[in-house]
T-cell receptor, first 117, second 115 residues
């Protein structure tokens, strides 16, 4: 149980284009999902908290107009990187918590490696 | 704000030996969760072990165990009988007890296992 699916696993796009990353909770409902970004050999940095049916909450320094988050249903959150630039190249990981699970760990998708050329 | 510190960027251990990874954290809250996650080269985040701060007993999962020292705000991970498959990045993480809050991660420790 508690499987989080993320798609695509990798994507290459040209500078100036937009890329959408999907995060789905396959066997549970997630009213909240979290989007993290990870640079090579670094830790996971929280970008935003995605709330079903409402606006996402962005961390300080994260451009909400560049990283659009939509959480339209209890099982799907999307992150759209708009007008991508090479500096947006990174590894993006989504996660969600299964309500009532002991210890409340986060379950993670497999991540998306974005390369902007 | 809560912070998590992992002071060992890299560690190595001989196969079948035991290694301990350090983690300290800072919080003003009395109840919270602590976790260790493993990230192999595939970059999948894998939960290794979890600890509820209100439980005094140290968590154990097979070859993995923790030494949780609440007063010292320390949460170390011990890996016994190390295996080649244990080689990975290990992240210590903190989460508040209440609310649907995210994990706060340390910078990670890269563990190498020597055959």
């Amino acid at each position: 149980g508690a499987v989080v699916s993320q798609h695509p696993s990798w994507v290459i796009c040209k500078s100036g284009t937009s890329v959408k990353i999907e995060c789905r909770s396959l066997d549970f409902q997630a009213t909240t999902m979290f989007w993290y970004r990870q640079f090579p050999k670094q830790s996971l940095m929280l970008m935003a908290t995605s709330n079903e049916g409402s606006k996402a909450t962005y961390e300080q320094g994260v451009e909400k107009d560049k990283f659009l988050i939509n959480h339209a249903s209890l099982t799907l959150s999307t992150l759209t990187v708009t007008s991508a630039h090479p500096e947006d190249s990174s590894f993006y990981i989504c996660s969600a918590r299964l309500s009532g699970e002991g210890g409340s760990p986060l379950h993670f998708g497999n991540g998306t490696r974005l390369t902007v050329t | 704000a809560q912070t998590v510190t992992q002071s060992q960027p890299e560690m190595s251990v001989q196969e079948a030996e035991t290694v301990t990874l350090s983690c300290t954290y800072d919080t003003s809250e009395s109840d919270y969760y602590l976790f260790w996650y493993k990230q192999p080269p595939s970059r999948q985040m894998i939960l290794v072990i979890r600890q509820e701060a209100y439980k005094q007993q140290n968590a154990t999962e097979n070859r993995f165990s923790v030494n949780f020292q609440k007063a010292a705000k320390s949460f170390s991970l011990k890996i016994s009988d190390s295996q080649l498959g244990d080689a990975a990045m290990y992240f210590c993480a903190y989460r508040r007890l209440t609310g649907n809050t995210p994990l706060v991660f340390g910078k990670g420790t890269r563990l190498s296992v020597i055959a």
